[in-house]
Every structure is written in structure tokens, then in C-alpha cells.
């Protein structure tokens, strides 16, 4: 191993940043780069990189202000990133223990947390079931006091080492001694943040219908419901009962910024279902809310059940201005309809931000394709004026726009 002089260290010094996140943030993306090149050709060596970073990274990030939720984003990322090449760089036994221990001090000496994701890999950078156990004997009486106190007198207890015990619990394959300990925990209410361990034990034992059985125990008022899905939707993939899973738990499984992604993520995961019952199952989940869902299915190449859903409901002007744009050549019929739906909203008033430009856009999308698709001028001008006068108090501006277009 190389002697080697990282750069990211002098910038993360205790209190090094101010409140703002963004600099921190980009300092974090800095520190990975970095180490992810060095893993490449001295993985040990990018190892030891890893954890001085872990070392480091929360002092130099207290003062940070994180209620936009940016920075812990970003340190979680970093963790993410950086527990896969410590676990499997190839070192001693000793080596790999006293990275351990700086990193257990570490998470201890962490208040904010920011670290605190990092106990949820702990099994996985024990690297043995013989270090996980060892792990598992030092942290458990710990753990265990603290619960049977808490149970005896009511009183709220927090250990920093509650996570990384039950990981390296889970890790060393005491499964059954796991869901003992968990048990403990529920003396008020049972907390998905320690029941994940018990479900995924069960179902490394081959108990997958009984581990989907504690998993769905686990919901309550506060619990992650989307990730409880998520969770028996895994174990019912992984059994090969994929028509199960999607019918019990992928809507409620899959999240995504924007309906498009959503409906994706699904399709990727079931591509032996119908794209079209996927997009009308997801469809029926938001009723009133079918022209939202056009985007996907124009994406999906479902023609006719994309016009069918931006006439249900409100859809985005430009959106199916853009799609009427984008197909008036190569589906003509499709980008008639597409666009007449989008002059019809934006006659009606929706949409954002929207100028005159938008409307003669629509409008030159439309009589392009009824040009390809062999629909007389007169026609569509006609319809045209129809919409218009359909919505006429909305409808003075999109008239006023294409007055000179339509005339006869």
C-alpha cells in the first residue's frame, strides 16, 4: 500500500464549514470522487481513505444547517458509498477491527447524528460472521439493560450503538436470539426501525410468509408504510411470486418524484405484466386525476389510452403541446388530439406561466399534423373556433391570439 496524501482531509476540519450546506455538500461529492479513483487501482488503500473520512466528516459539519435536509441526504449518500469498499478491501482481521472500533467512536461522539445510517451497515463492514458476533456479545448486554429498564419503569432510553447491534446480530446469523432482543423493544409500541432486523432475519430463514406476516404487524401511525411495502414486496419477488406482489404491494411500494418515473420503476420491476394494466392500476389509485398519467402513457407508446386520460381530466398544456409537437409528423391522429386537448386547457385557464408563444405553438403543432393526418384547414379551424367559443370567458386570450389565424 502506497503512501498517499488525501486531499479532502485538510478541508475537513472540525467546524470547517459555516451554516450554508451548499459548500459541505460539494466538498462531500470531492471526497468521493476522490476515493472512488484511488479504489480503482489500491482498494486497501481506499479503505483507509474511507474511514478517515467517516472520521472526520460529522465534526467538520456541525455547524452546517440541515433542515433543508440537503447535507443529510448527502452524508447518507456518502455512507452508502464509501461502507461497500471498506467491507471488501482485504485486509487482517486486526486491521479490520481497529477500523471498526475508530468508527464505533465515531458514531458515539456524532450528536447531531449525522452519521447514524452508518449503524445500519454494520454487519455488512464486520465482513465475517466471526466479527459481527464478536460485535454483536459487546453491544448486546448494553442494549438489553437499557430495554428491560425502559420496560420496568417506563422511562425513554437511547443507545447509539441500538442499530449496529441488531445489524451485526443479523450478520452473525443469530437470528432467533434478533428476535428475542427486538421483542424487548416493544414494551410501548413496535417500531419498524428495529423490526426491519426480525422481518429480514425470518426471511433468511427461509420464513418468508412469516416474515411478511411481522412486517405487516409492523404498521402503525408513524411507520414507514411505503418501505413496509416495500420489504414484503422484495421477499415475494425473491420467492418467484411476482403476480402476488404486484397485486399486494407494488403501488404502495414504488415512489417516485413524478408520475412518469413512477409508472417506469414499476414497469422495470414487473416486465411480464401489461404496461397498460400497470398504467390503468395506477391510474385508478388517483381518480380525478387521469390527465396527469398522460405523460406516461404517451412515453409508454399507449397512444390511444394517453388521449383517453388527458380528456378525463385536467392534463398540462404544454406537455400535450410538446407531445403534439414532437409526434405531428409520425403519429399525425395522436398529435391532433394531443394538441387540440392542450388548446382546450389552455382555453380553460390551466397551465402556468403560459404566453402567447405557447398558444401559437399549439396551434402551429395542431394544423401541421392534420396537414400529415389529411384533415382539411377548414376543419380544424372550425374546431378550433368551436373550442374557443366553448370557453368564453377563459377563452379570450387564446382567441385573441390565433384571431388572425382562424380568420376564414
Not at 486491521?95 to 454494520?122: A, C, I, S
Not at 449496529?164 to 409500541?189: N, P, Q, T, V, W
Request: proline content about 4%.
Amino acid at each position: 500500500m502506497t503512501t498517499y496524501k488525501w486531499q479532502f482531509a485538510p478541508r475537513f476540519r472540525r467546524n470547517a464549514f459555516g451554516w450554508k450546506s451548499d459548500t459541505p455538500i460539494l466538498r462531500i461529492k470531492e471526497a468521493l470522487v476522490e476515493i472512488k479513483a484511488v479504489a480503482k487501482k489500491e482498494p486497501v488503500l481506499a479503505a483507509v481513505g474511507a474511514v478517515l473520512f467517516l472520521e472526520k466528516l460529522a465534526p467538520a459539519i456541525e455547524q452546517v444547517d440541515s433542515s433543508s435536509g440537503g447535507i443529510g441526504s448527502a452524508v447518507n449518500r456518502a455512507i452508502e458509498t464509501l461502507v461497500p469498499i471498506i467491507s471488501k478491501a482485504d485486509v487482517a482481521r486486526a486491521v479490520r477491527e481497529k477500523w471498526l472500533d475508530r468508527l464505533f467512536e465515531t458514531l458515539q461522539e456524532d450528536d447531531m447524528p449525522y452519521l447514524e445510517h452508518l449503524g445500519e451497515f454494520w454487519g455488512e463492514l464486520c465482513a465475517t460472521p466471526e466479527i459481527a458476533a464478536k460485535w454483536a456479545d459487546y453491544l448486546t448486554p448494553t442494549l438489553t439493560t437499557m430495554w428491560d429498564h425502559c420496560a420496568r419503569t417506563g422511562e425513554y432510553g437511547y443507545f447509539k450503538g441500538t442499530i449496529a447491534c441488531l445489524s451485526a446480530m443479523y450478520a452473525a446469523g443469530r437470528h432467533d436470539e434478533l428476535l428475542a432482543l427486538i421483542a424487548k423493544s416493544e414494551f410501548r409500541h413496535k417500531s419498524w426501525h428495529y423490526r426491519v432486523w426480525g422481518a429480514k432475519a425470518l426471511a433468511a430463514q427461509g420464513k418468508r410468509a412469516e416474515a411478511i406476516r411481522y412486517a405487516e404487524d409492523s404498521k402503525g401511525q408513524n411507520e414507514p408504510l411505503a418501505t413496509i411495502a416495500q420489504f414484503c414486496e422484495g421477499v415475494l419477488l425473491a420467492s418467484g411470486f411476482a403476480d402476488e406482489a404486484y397485486t399486494r404491494y407494488a403501488i404502495e411500494a414504488t415512489y417516485a418524484t413524478t408520475n412518469v418515473a413512477t409508472f417506469k420503476a414499476i414497469a422495470k420491476k414487473y416486465p411480464g405484466k401489461p404496461k397498460e394494466t400497470i398504467l390503468r392500476d395506477l391510474v385508478a389509485r388517483q381518480p380525478g386525476q387521469e390527465g396527469k398519467w398522460f405523460a406516461a402513457a404517451k412515453d409508454a407508446e399507449l397512444f390511444e389510452l394517453a388521449i383517453e386520460l388527458a380528456n378525463c381530466s385536467p392534463a398540462d398544456p404544454k406537455t400535450l403541446i410538446r407531445a403534439a409537437r414532437d409526434f405531428a409528423d409520425e403519429r399525425p391522429t395522436f398529435a391532433v388530439a394531443a394538441g387540440m386537448a392542450g388548446l382546450h386547457y389552455l382555453a380553460a385557464g390551466y397551465g402556468y406561466d403560459i404566453t402567447s408563444v405557447d398558444v401559437q405553438d399549439g396551434y402551429t403543432a395542431v394544423m401541421k399534423a392534420a396537414m400529415a393526418a389529411d384533415i382539411p384547414e377548414a376543419t380544424m379551424k372550425a374546431a378550433l373556433r368551436a373550442l374557443i367559443e366553448k370557453n368564453k370567458v377563459s377563452g379570450n386570450f387564446v382567441g385573441r391570439v390565433l384571431a388572425h389565424s382562424l380568420k376564414e
